[in-house]
T-cell receptor, first 113, second 114 residues
Framework: AQSVSQHNHHVILSEAASLELGCNYS??????LFWYVQYPGQHLQLLLKYFSGDPLVKGIKGFEAEFIKSKFSFNLRKPSVQWSDTAEYFC???????????FGKGTRLHILP | DTEVTQTPKHLVMGMTNKKSLKCEQH?????MYWYKQKAKKPPELMFVYSYEKLSINESVPSRFSPECPNSSLLNLHLHALQPEDSALYLC?????????????FGSGTRLTVV
């Protein structure tokens, strides 16, 4: 069964710092990968997704992620974070053969102004 | 219309009550989902409907009963819930083969069972 691991449970950064959040998945076949963000008190929003093609995916709000198949990883990056990036970030995976998306445990990001 | 609308936003119910959560989308999505999210935890999949048929039930207790009356509506009927069922219930929708497109989530119903 597929699973998703997010190694950083809580990250605290200052504004303008660079960000990288780790995500690893377990399924060895074709996968579709996602990063979702949940701002305080708000619903989940899709940041970016990968399903094929260029392994470097650009999303909204300056975020990007790189799919490294050999490492089963899909890390999220942003070169310079803002206070408004404070949120919970979820990595998610879909095997590509059904409609089920499984979420990682999430990383709580806190940006200091 | 690019939204998934959930009602009510908040619900408090007793353990003997019967209530329903409602989810609506008009994006032409043919897959719809119920997720449960406890505080500081990731969303956990409960049910998946594909083309109005239940395709996945993640071993959810029978006190939760989903219904998909048509392609735009998804209900979750609640009966005899327990306090530990208190959570944020999220509805989502997607085009079929959702992995390629991702979900659109509603803002959720925050349920408290007393």
């Amino acid at each position: 069964a597929q699973s998703v691991s997010q190694h950083n449970h809580h990250v605290i950064l200052s504004e303008a710092a660079s960000l990288e959040l780790g995500c690893n998945y377990s399924y060895g076949g074709t996968v579709n990968l996602f990063w979702y963000v949940q701002y305080p008190g708000q619903h989940l929003q899709l940041l970016l997704k990968y399903f094929s093609g260029d392994p470097l995916v650009k999303g909204i709000k300056g975020f990007e992620a790189e799919f490294i198949k050999s490492k089963f990883s899909f890390n999220l990056r942003k070169p310079s974070v803002q206070w408004s990036d404070t949120a919970e970030y979820f990595c998610a995976v879909n095997e590509g053969r059904d409609d089920k998306i499984i979420f990682g445990k999430g990383t709580r990001l806190h940006i200091l102004p | 219309d690019t939204e998934v609308t959930q009602t009510p936003k908040h619900l408090v119910m007793g353990m003997t009550n019967k209530k329903s959560l409602k989810c609506e989308q008009h994006m032409g999505h043919r897959a719809m989902y119920w997720y449960k999210q406890k505080a500081k935890k990731p969303p956990e999949l409960m049910f998946v409907y594909s083309y109005e048929k239940l395709s996945i039930n993640e071993s959810v207790p029978s006190r939760f009963s989903p219904e998909c009356p048509n392609s735009s509506l998804l209900n979750l009927h609640l009966h005899a819930l327990q306090p530990e069922d208190s959570a944020l219930y999220l509805c989502a929708s997607s085009r079929p083969d959702s992995g390629n497109y991702g979900y659109t989530f509603g803002s959720g119903t925050r349920l408290t069972v007393v």
